[in-house]
């Protein structure tokens, strides 16, 4: 166990090891904690959480992803032309998101660790609302660049943060089944239903700029309601009882990860970097986002040289959010019913946009109702990775530590959606035989990488599982210390 020099977890001073949560439970009155809670109180508490968070949530990672999307449409409707772009220029406009992304990935973490959550959020919600209204106004590549950049840099945020409250408010058990709601698709529906009825606009001002006016103006709306209602954590919900913010705390208690703590541990950063299970996952969020970043970049380019209209083209990319969001809330009740099955479901739900990728690029470029009907089912690959995304936050205690996971995995998110629009070239255009190519071989590495994170999970747990029949015995009281999972000896992986 790797301990900050000159004390050991147990010597740490009790008030820097008891994060909120904890603190919370030491204030309440005896006649709050003494009444034992039945099963239909905890049913209500979750369909409250559930009924509220979910959709918070939802919507603002929705509202994230059509910022990425729309830039796909946006080229269709004159943007490629009115900024002058030339040769892979697009493909960069693309890339260079991900490129803020990247360079803010961690101060983005050590933020999240200082500042209250919620109010965070807001805050990055609105900055890039205001960016979305500043690229209606771009002229050329440098401004695209420059603003995407910094749009990359303020939605590093949105992602760690949904995942951290997923943590907070859901058991182990729910989470794959409501990160699947939140962390949809459903923004190729929004941004094709938004697309469509400003094509048919006769405007002095060009579509896609229009386009972008409109997303702006929903974004900044969208921020004033996180403000009211997105708690920085259970115990700080204004609309939660003290009764109901206990009940909380109790439902996530078993997750063994701790709630919150502001202190940052470096030792269990290093602990972090040192396990195997940390690369394995980053490798397989690199494999499986790459045909996120082309497919994003490049889908309404893609449907649009099959020989559809413009507006044709924004409509037929409805049915990929539907497709993608039907599969993965699917299979989030298929692992949150199948115990330790998510690392095998994610593995052979690969499979599926594996040969999608095969059919697409053998598929002859005539047989359009093919292409289309492989395109469509393609965006299959996403459930793999909504269900992946509770794996970092689930297997990881210790607030530095979960962190620190998390921004690895974005990071590795961030890599893939930067390669991802370098597969389609210009020159490639517009079979784009080769950029399916490269989608082939990153689902291929993406199952060998995941199928290997599980079973090092299940060997562990099968190690712990020895070492507990041998009579080891670990402190009761460990559930919300700012213990990491590799010190809680009782802690078990999911896998």
């Known amino acids: 166990m790797d301990s900050p020099p000159g004390k050991t977890p147990s010597e740490n001073d009790t008030r820097q090891d008891k994060d909120v949560a904890a603190q919370f439970l030491a204030r309440l009155d005896s006649s709050i904690t003494d009444s034992p809670i039945s099963p239909e109180e905890a049913r209500r ?35 490629t032309d009115d900024t002058h772009l ?48 500043c690229t209606a106004a771009t002229q050329n590549f440098a401004g695209l660049a420059v603003v995407r950049f910094i749009m990359g840099m303020l ?50 001002l060009s579509p896609w700029r229009l386009l972008f006016l409109v997303l702006g103006g929903f974004s900044m709306l969208w921020a004033g309601v996180l403000l009211v209602f997105l708690p920085d954590s259970p115990v700080q919900c204004w609309y939660f009882s003290d009764r109901e913010k206990f009940v909380c ?14 202190t940052i541990k470096w030792y269990q950063v290093r602990e972090c970097l040192s396990d195997p299970k940390t690369w394995l996952l980053a490798l397989f969020a690199i494999a499986q986002n790459i045909p996120n970043g082309g497919l994003v970049t490049f889908s309404a380019i893609i449907v649009n040289g099959l020989g559809y209209s413009r507006l044709i083209t924004t409509v037929l990319g409805i049915p990929t959010g539907v497709l993608a969001t039907v599969w993965q809330i699917f299979l989030g009740f298929v692992v949150s019913y199948i115990p330790n099955s998510r690392c095998a479901v994610i593995a052979i739900a690969d499979l599926v946009p594996m ?4 059919l697409m690029w053998k598929l002859p470029r005539e047989n359009k109702n093919g292409l289309l009907a492989a395109y469509y089912v393609f965006y299959t690959y996403w459930a793999p990775y909504v269900l992946s995304t509770s794996l970092p936050m689930a297997n ?27 597969a389609f070239q210009d020159s490639d255009a517009p079979s784009y035989s080769k950029g399916y190519e490269g989608l082939l071989a990153c689902l291929v590495v993406a199952i060998f990488s995941i199928a290997a994170y599980g079973l090092l999970c299940w060997w562990e747990n099968r190690r712990r599982d020895r070492t507990a029949r041998d009579g080891y015995v670990e402190e009761a009281e460990t559930a919300f210390s700012d213990l990491t999972d590799k010190e809680k000896k009782r802690f078990r992986y999911t896998y």
């Open 45 to 79: 508490v979750l369909w409250k959480i559930d009924l509220i968070l979910i959709p918070l949530i939802m919507v603002t990672v929705v509202l994230a992803a059509v910022d990425k999307v729309i830039i796909s449409n946006a080229a269709i409707y004159g943007m």
């Open 86 to 133: 030339t040769g892979n220029q697009y493909s960069w406009v693309g890339s260079i998101f991900y490129f803020g992304y990247l360079v803010f990935e961690y101060p983005a973490a050590l933020l999240i660790q200082r500042l209250p959550v919620a109010k965070f959020y807001v805050g990055m919600v609105f900055g890039w609302a205001v960016l979305m209204l």
């Open 155 to 204: 939605e590093a945020t949105a992602f760690p943060i949904s995942s951290i409250l997923t943590v907070m408010w859901w058991k182990t058990s729910e989470q794959p089944l409501r990160v699947a709601f939140w962390f949809n698709q459903l923004s190729s529906v929004f941004a094709g239903l938004v697309s469509y009825g400003i094509g048919q606009t006769n405007t002095a």
């Open 249 to 262: 705390l109790q439902r996530v208690k078993d997750n063994n990860t701790g709630m919150e703590d502001k």
């Open 355 to 358: 040969i999608c990728a095969i």
């Open 396 to 422: 990881t205690s210790g607030h530095s530590k979960k962190l620190t996971t998390n921004a690895i995995f974005f990071l590795s998110y961030c890599i893939g959606n930067i390669i991802g629009p370098q």
